[in-house]
């Protein structure tokens, strides 16, 4: 069978119409719900359990770097003066150390050395609590997430939903698609 011109873009015309038909009748068959994951985290029971305990540790081991820092800040205070003082004292002798002042200034390198190695120990406890937090966090947080996402997914299968997003990547959600207020019933509900 040949087509003639006319009647091939008659029957383009026709599949074309036929392909765009089908994304809008597929998308009129997806339904979309929305959930504030941090809502959820901060607003369920568990969730506020979860950052308590983790605020608590957060602010334990604050503290305590808190009260290293105090001390460092102290002996780098004592260095400052006991390396003024001697500098007082060379200028008193006319630029000629003594004995004393000799002993003095090997004293003072050593507590800077040492000073150093406190201060260089200092930034790596910082470092191994940092890491000790966002693993602590994580630990906290994962049963938490694992039952959250078991109740968006029981959601979604009773309300036949499609997909569920994350309420932080849409930029505007109609009231009717948001399904957290029923996730943090759920949630606190035994």
């Not at 959250?148 to 036949?160: C, L, P, Q, T, Y």
Request: charged share 35%.
């Amino acid at each position: 069978m040949i087509l003639t011109s006319s009647k091939f873009f008659m029957a383009l015309a026709v599949c074309g119409a036929t392909v765009l038909a089908a994304p809008s009748q597929a998308l009129a068959e997806v339904k979309i719900g929305i959930v504030d994951l941090q809502k959820v985290l901060k607003t369920t029971v568990a969730g506020k359990a979860a950052q308590k305990k983790f605020d608590d540790l957060r602010k334990a081991k604050q503290g305590q770097l808190e009260a290293r820092e105090k001390d460092l800040g102290k002996r780098e205070k004592e260095l400052i003066g006991g390396r003024q003082e001697i500098e007082t004292a060379l200028q008193a002798t006319g630029g000629k150390p003594t004995d004393e002042l000799k002993a003095k200034v090997i004293a003072l390198q050593e507590k800077g050395r040492k000073f150093e190695q406190d201060v260089l120990e200092h930034e790596k406890k910082k470092r191994e609590i940092v890491d000790e937090l966002a693993k602590k966090e994580s630990d906290l947080l994962k049963p938490i997430e694992d039952t959250i996402k078991a109740k968006v997914d029981a959601i979604a299968k009773e309300r036949s939903l499609s997909i569920v997003l994350n309420r932080q990547v849409a930029i505007y959600v109609a009231e009717a698609l948001d399904i957290t207020t029923e996730v943090i019933k759920r949630c606190d509900t035994p």
